[in-house]
């Protein structure tokens, strides 16, 4: 049993395979404290740590100190502007203007399943291993019933939460504040780990000291965004990749967010998460109920490697439904860098005929293919075929590639509209605005109204009838610009604060109807790049477009920072061209090709333009996608080395599951002088094997991984930036005559 209640100790214990989670109820089982999350503990009294007998003590005892009481509790959940100063996890506002919610503890229950969000996506549990433990709690005055949802995983040390708040008087309550989580805890001289950037630079490692007051991302923006990530994780200033202590929150949710740490006047750390409360109110009429998105949570013991296969484990396990979970994924070649809006069914098809005999085998047309779109300033919300382009339409287009023995695939925004297009001129009033107001434009278009039920059966219609159409396999869900100008023509004066939310509740209905009536669709998520790269979009599709910049060398710290809590599988990851079309750099292909390796692989580019020496190596690179991708999908993922920290090279390694077999990626960045090789320590072999190198060497060597680990392996100093290495290891059956030799890479 993962979760256990001591009826004796008014403890909730909540085990996984290497960590404890302690709830406690104090004051007479009146109040939900948090006694303790680490490392895992032997069952033992330790309500002591709730500091229940100390000052100010609890209300039952000290009326008088009620405040300071409510201002110093560790609390699970906490309630709003009765007393604790501190970030509330829910705040209201009632018919008569208040604004005080407080829940208590009701009762429990601990079932072996794992409830499902409705309209919301959120973790599974197909093998039935997994329970979960409800705190029922109740603002008595509010006739609010609060329910608190742990379910824990206990292999992959996770435990994921989320809040339902269910009205049970007989009037309207607006929810203005809903959390999903809240994390009290003592502070330990803690830094705070979270991912920011912009349109090109998304997922940034940005890691500091946490001081006194809040510190906090969020996005405001309708979308997860690329300015900010829905994660955070505190640690100490001596945790590493390897070692050390890390605590880590995870969002289950692709609108607007916070994550936010407050260091309080006692040193003591308040972790929330949840829907941003800027802009957001929540109708809650008599009888219904509210769901907030999930979290997940994680502790690391073994610094924050260790995290990253928490979350990476996790989420291929439990959050990635698709049929193609398990599977390799087509090599793509997707048309946009190649040719922008610039192509007809001729070029299309001359870049499929090259593209077959090299072993790609998909391919994407991108944006410009329908209305009568030849830039980005017209017919979105027109999605029906641009014959002037595509003679004959899609079938004879998708049969002709299909002939090619490629699969092909289609690029579509249907979260969007422009008004220079025949559905904004029938329906102009389905574009997000307010009323009054100039409609703000971001890339020549405005926002459908996804929490229009007439608007969604609109679009979905038209996307359904052109999937119907031809034989299309995977389909490229785009979204080119954020939400502004918060109104929606079909909500009553107070629900106006639903929209956001009921924005990408619609969203999610959307994508769920699409994977249900196409289950053998690829769909692979995408917002300008990597807007909403987010553990939401990654349950409806198993791989989003992780960047426009496909620099091999500004992803590095790209995808550096989403395979930090992503597995690679999800990470769309292509070869385009140079110099590049973000940055203007020249990078080898070999190069392009082997950072693109750590990833969903494909190409972006007019392969019939490049030059000849670079076309051959295509078929090398496909034969290394085969090769190699059973392993990057499912193996354990170990950072080396960061060019992001060391400002000259990046080391990666992908380690199978039995560790049996490893890929270690090199990228030297910048050349330097006079430098003899690189000692780089390899991580997760096992030390009591031996492992060959394989691949075109002179003198093949067995090394073994306590060696490889602890001496580590030498990488030749060569000139030339942007230079990459791929070093296969297997393990080796040991040999009467094993090879003496330099650990040597030459």
Request: proline residues 4%; glycine residues 6%; aromatic residues 12%.
């Amino acid at each position: 049993m993962s979760i256990v209640f001591d009826e004796n100790l008014d403890l909730f214990c909540l085990e996984t395979a290497n960590t404890s989670y302690i709830i406690g109820l104090a004051d007479h089982r009146t109040f939900v404290g948090h006694v303790y999350y680490g490392k895992r503990v032997r069952g033992q009294d330790l309500r002591y740590l709730l500091r229940t007998g100390e000052a100010p003590f609890v209300p039952s005892e000290n009326e008088r100190e009620r405040c300071s009481f409510y201002d110093t509790f560790p609390s699970e959940y906490s309630g709003n502007g009765v007393g604790d100063y501190r970030e509330s996890s829910i705040a209201v506002r009632t018919q008569a203007g208040q604004h005080a919610v407080m829940p208590t503890y009701v009762s429990y229950e601990i079932t072996d399943q794992k409830p499902q969000l409705p309209g919301l996506p959120s973790a599974f549990d197909r093998e039935h291993t997994a329970q979960t433990l409800i705190l029922h709690c109740r603002d008595e005055v509010l006739q609010l019933d609060v329910d608190l949802y742990y379910t824990v995983f206990e292999e992959n040390d996770m435990i994921t939460r989320s809040v339902r708040i269910s009205n049970q008087s007989k009037e309207a309550v607006y929810l203005t504040k809903a959390y999903s989580a809240c994390l009290d805890m003592d502070d330990d001289a803690y830094e705070m780990l979270t991912l920011h950037g912009s349109w090109a630079r998304e997922r940034q490692m940005d890691r500091r000291p946490l001081g006194y007051g809040k510190t906090s991302v969020g996005s405001i923006r309708g979308e997860s965004s690329h300015q900010e990530h829905p994660f955070m994780a505190w640690m100490k200033s001596s945790t590493t990749q390897t070692s050390g202590e890390v605590y880590a929150m995870h969002f289950i949710y692709s609108g607007n967010f916070i994550a936010q740490l407050e260091k309080s006047q006692f040193d003591s750390i308040r972790a929330v998460m949840g829907i941003h409360p800027a802009d957001f109110s929540w109708k809650l009429e008599s009888e219904e109920s509210f769901y907030t998105p999930e979290a997940v949570l994680t502790f690391s013991a073994e610094g924050l490697g260790k995290m990253t296969r928490n979350f990476h484990d996790f989420y291929r396990n439990h959050l990635i439904r698709s049929k193609y979970r398990n599977q390799k994924r087509p090599i793509l070649i997707n048309n946009w860098e190649a040719t922008y809006f610039d192509f007809n069914t001729e070029k299309l098809l001359d870049i499929a005929k090259l593209a077959s005999q090299y072993g790609i085998e998909m391919l994407v047309m991108d944006d410009g293919w329908f209305g009568h779109r030849n830039d980005d300033s017209t017919s979105l919300g027109d999605w029906f075929v641009n014959e002037k382009k595509l003679p004959g339409g899609l079938n004879y287009l998708v049969d002709e590639v299909n002939k090619l023995g490629m699969k092909f695939g289609i690029w579509m925004e249907p979260e969007m509209i422009s008004p220079d297009s025949e559905l904004y001129k029938e329906h102009p009033d389905w574009a997000i605005a307010v009323k009054g107001r100039t409609g703000t434009l971001s890339r020549n278009q405005y926002v459908l109204d996804f929490s229009r039920k007439d608007v969604r059966d609109c679009i979905y219609e038209k996307i359904r009838a052109i999937l119907s159409s031809a034989n299309i396999e995977y389909v490229k869900w785009d979204m080119n610009r954020q939400l502004t100008d918060l109104g929606s023509l079909a909500l009553p004066a107070d629900r106006q604060g639903e929209l956001s939310h009921r924005y990408v509740l619609g969203v999610y209905e959307m994508q769920e109807r699409l994977t249900r009536d196409f289950p053998d669709l690829l769909l692979e998520n995408c917002s300008g790049g990597g807007a909403r790269f987010d553990p939401g979009m990654l349950y409806y599709s198993p791989q989003i477009w992780c960047s426009d910049d496909t620099d091999a060398i500004e992803r590095l710290g790209i995808q550096e920072g989403t395979a930090l809590i992503y597995p690679l599988s999800a990470m769309g990851a292509h070869v385009s061209d140079c110099p590049n079309h973000t940055v203007g750099r020249n990078t080898p292909f070999k190069t392009r090709g082997e950072v693109a390796l750590a990833g969903t692989f494909g190409y972006e580019l007019d392969i019939t333009k490049i030059a000849k020496e670079e076309q051959e190596q295509i078929p090398q690179q496909t034969a290394m996608y085969h090769k190699y991708n059973d392993l990057v999908r499912e193996g354990d993922y170990y950072r080396i080395a960061s060019y992001r920290e060391n400002h000259f090279y990046d080391c990666y390694m992908v380690v199978s599951k039995d560790k049996k077999e490893a890929l270690v990626t090199f990228v030297t960045v910048h050349a330097r002088p006079n430098y003899h090789s690189l000692k780089v320590r390899l991580q997760g072999l096992n030390p009591n094997l031996d492992y060959r190198l394989e691949g075109e060497m002179e003198n093949e060597c067995v090394y073994g991984g306590d060696l490889l680990m602890n001496a580590g392996m030498l990488v030749p100093s060569e000139q030339g930036d942007y230079r990459s290495y791929l070093y296969q290891f297997v393990a080796d059956k040991l040999t009467e005559e094993k090879k003496e030799c330099k650990i040597n890479l030459n």
